[in-house]
């Protein structure tokens, strides 16, 4: 395996969540990050963003089609089911405790994952693009240019 140089625009012990901009489902989750996240360890970025596509090749995820929610950490890259309980686990209880979920075999975490991926333009709609962003007039939660 091949040791990951450091993520731009990231600090060391930086978190971010890369999230479409576009999306009415991520904009829940990203609102509900908001008020769980109490301590403010998670730092987002669109994947709109310059932020966003940088951090995506960073990372070799597609820039142009992106349908999954990243989690990066340093050199961790989480993807997927695996991105949703990595982030989870930064939140404080009870959120901490659906973790345990990933108990499940990935096969069918990301099976279900992709299944709504997949459809969530269908079945929540699609934002028009520079709609406002939840949590955009909170200093510091969005990384610069994210």
Same mark, same amino acid.
């Given at each position: 395996? $091949?040791?990951?140089?450091?993520?731009?625009?990231?600090?060391?012990?930086?978190?971010?969540?890369?999230?479409?901009?576009?999306?009415?489902?991520?904009? &829940?989750?990203?609102?509900?990050?908001?008020?769980? !996240? &109490?301590?403010?360890?998670?730092?987002?970025? $669109?994947?709109?963003?310059? $932020?966003?596509?940088?951090?995506?090749?960073?990372?070799?995820?597609?820039?142009?089609?992106?349908? $999954?929610?990243?989690? @990066?950490?340093?050199?961790?890259? &989480?993807?997927?089911? !695996?991105?949703?309980?990595? @982030?989870?686990?930064?939140?404080?209880?009870?959120?901490?405790?659906?973790?345990?979920?990933?108990?499940?075999?990935?096969?069918? &975490? !990301?099976?279900?994952?992709? +299944?709504?991926?997949?459809?969530?333009?269908?079945?929540? +709609?699609?934002?028009?693009?520079?709609?406002?962003?939840?949590?955009?007039?909170?200093? +510091?939660?969005?990384?610069? +240019?994210?």
């Amino acid at each position: 395996m $091949t040791q990951r140089s450091a993520p731009p625009h990231l600090q060391p012990g930086e978190q971010v969540v890369l999230f479409d901009g576009e999306c009415p489902l991520c904009h &829940r989750l990203v609102r509900f990050l908001l008020r769980a !996240d &109490r301590q403010r360890v998670l730092k987002l970025a $669109t994947v709109q963003s310059a $932020t966003g596509q940088d951090l995506l090749r960073w990372a070799g995820l597609p820039t142009d089609n992106f349908n $999954t929610i990243a989690w @990066i950490h340093g050199p961790q890259l &989480r993807v997927r089911s !695996d991105a949703f309980f990595a @982030i989870l686990a930064q939140l404080g209880w009870p959120w901490r405790a659906l973790a345990a979920l990933r108990l499940f075999p990935q096969v069918l &975490r !990301d099976a279900v994952y992709n +299944g709504v991926a997949k459809n969530r333009y269908r079945w929540f +709609g699609k934002l028009p693009p520079g709609s406002a962003l939840p949590g955009a007039q909170e200093p +510091g939660r969005y990384l610069p +240019g994210g």
